[in-house]
């Protein structure tokens, strides 16, 4: 485990240079605790501003078994810190008038025109939806799709039941049938499946950005793997973000990790990964792999309202839509925040309480890499590591995020 704590060569930290170094060895000691007690498999941070990184540490190992060190090029299982890149590109589409937030997702999906929603009876019983799902309810999760996993009502059972799922490590515990194969099959079975609520009624977590995934495909004409290729990962020069890791870039894949009470289980082997499998479902809510580094491109080009070394990706005003709230998510003390398009918005509140950090915009994935970028200060923050935490270990989820947004509001400049 080895600290390695950059000071901005910069006015800002060259008069007083401790200021970074007790933040960033109290987050150091934290980690390496975590991994010591066998709560954590490994994690890499990066915490900069203006370009400039302010933190770097890393600890634990790529593989616990073999207790091979994380290495700084480590690539990461993103799960659903995927829906943010995919938010981008619909923004990126609606900025060239290939398509309008407020168009019924029926209008690029047809499959998708006619959905009905759960009367909120014992069974899976269904009424007319009062309106259409629009682009906008799914990027901002209240279109009333969720997941197979996210409860066990009439809705979450249907799913289970009908296949409305993909395979991956992160899926329910409960008895389900075989899940789609192609994001067109996955599209077609919501399609058919009950709504959780009518449109824009509330934020409900699901398939909405997996559905975007597929709007991108019948809007551009291209595979999602395609259009973002072109459009984000190659401009932000995000070389080992991907759907399907290759043999060349598989040694540097991280085993993937369970909590459980036995102590931490490895769950997906790099050799035998689910994203070494080129016919696996290309999901823009929950399926890329990368690199701390390639995320970090990612979020400069956030904090820097769509600009990135002097490429243009996002007009302004399309990343301060994403930034505007527009909802709460909800979902209790530790998850409740205001949201925009395809982020978490930090305010007051979530700040307070050791969250997000006011006007920053964040997401998270499955296996617990989150980051935050905030346009206002020019600052972003990323923590890697790839272990699911379910219900009971969620704790440890929220005392690696608060570690990070400590580290992150001590070391900048606001």
């Keep these: 485990m080895q600290l390695h704590l950059l000071l901005a060569a910069t006015a800002l930290f060259s008069a007083a240079p401790s200021l970074a170094a007790a933040p960033a060895e109290t987050l150091q000691r934290e980690l390496d605790a975590m991994v010591a007690a066998g709560e954590l498999p490994q994690a890499l941070v990066l915490i900069e501003q203006h370009g400039k990184p302010l933190v770097e540490l890393s600890s634990g190992y790529a593989d616990i078994e073999s207790r091979r060190p994380i290495a700084r090029d480590a690539i990461f299982r993103l799960y659903s810190m995927s829906k943010p890149i995919t938010s981008v590109g619909i923004m990126m589409l609606a900025e060239r008038g290939k398509l309008a937030l407020t168009d019924p997702v029926g209008k690029y999906l047809p499959e998708m025109a006619n959905l009905r929603v759960w009367d909120g009876s014992k069974t899976a019983d269904t009424i007319a939806a009062t309106r259409p799902v629009t682009i906008e309810d799914l990027l901002l999760h209240r279109s009333g799709l969720t997941y197979e996993f996210m409860g066990d009502t009439p809705v979450q059972r249907w799913y289970r039941e009908k296949g409305v799922s993909r395979a991956t490590a992160v899926a329910s515990a409960h008895a389900q049938v075989p899940p789609a194969a192609t994001l067109d099959d996955l599209v077609a079975r919501l399609g058919q499946a009950p709504l959780l609520h009518q449109p824009g009624e509330r934020f409900s977590y699901g398939f909405s950005t997996t559905v975007l995934g597929a709007v991108i495909e019948r809007v551009s004409g291209e595979s999602l793997d395609a259009f973002l290729k072109g459009n984000i990962l190659d401009p932000l020069e995000m070389k080992d973000t991907t759907f399907?890791?290759?043999?060349?870039?598989?040694?540097?894949?991280?085993?993937?990790?369970?909590?459980?009470?036995?102590?931490?289980?490895?769950?997906?082997?790099?050799?035998?990964?689910?994203?070494?499998?080129?016919?696996?479902?290309?999901?823009?809510?929950?399926?890329?792999?990368?690199?701390?580094?390639?995320?970090?491109?990612?979020?400069?080009?956030?904090?820097?309202?769509?600009?990135?070394?002097?490429?243009?990706?996002?007009?302004?005003?399309?990343?301060?839509?994403?930034?505007?709230?527009?909802?709460?998510?909800?979902?209790?003390?530790?998850?409740?925040?205001?949201?925009?398009?395809?982020?978490?918005?930090?305010?007051?509140?979530?700040?307070?309480?050791?969250?997000?950090?006011?006007?920053?915009?964040?997401?998270?994935?499955?296996?617990?890499?989150?980051?935050?970028?905030?346009?206002?200060?020019?600052?972003i923050a990323i923590l890697m590591t790839n272990e699911l935490t379910p219900g009971p270990f969620e704790a440890r989820t929220w005392k690696l995020r608060e570690a990070l947004d400590r580290a992150a509001l001590a070391v900048t400049k606001r």
Excluded: C
């Design 244 to 379: 399907v890791v290759s043999d060349t870039q598989a040694p540097r894949l991280v085993t993937g990790y369970l909590a459980t009470e036995q102590g931490l289980r490895a769950v997906d082997l790099p050799e035998t990964s689910e994203y070494r499998n080129s016919a696996r479902l290309r999901d823009g809510g929950g399926a890329l792999a990368g690199t701390l580094e390639d995320y970090r491109h990612f979020a400069e080009m956030l904090a820097g309202r769509g600009k990135w070394h002097g490429k243009r990706l996002l007009k302004p005003e399309s990343v301060d839509a994403m930034y505007t709230p527009r909802l709460r998510t909800g979902g209790g003390e530790h998850l409740d925040s205001p949201f925009g398009y395809g982020l978490a918005i930090g305010d007051p509140g979530t700040e307070a309480r050791g969250g997000l950090p006011v006007g920053a915009g964040s997401w998270s994935g499955s296996a617990n890499t989150y980051f935050f970028a905030d346009p206002a200060h020019d600052v």
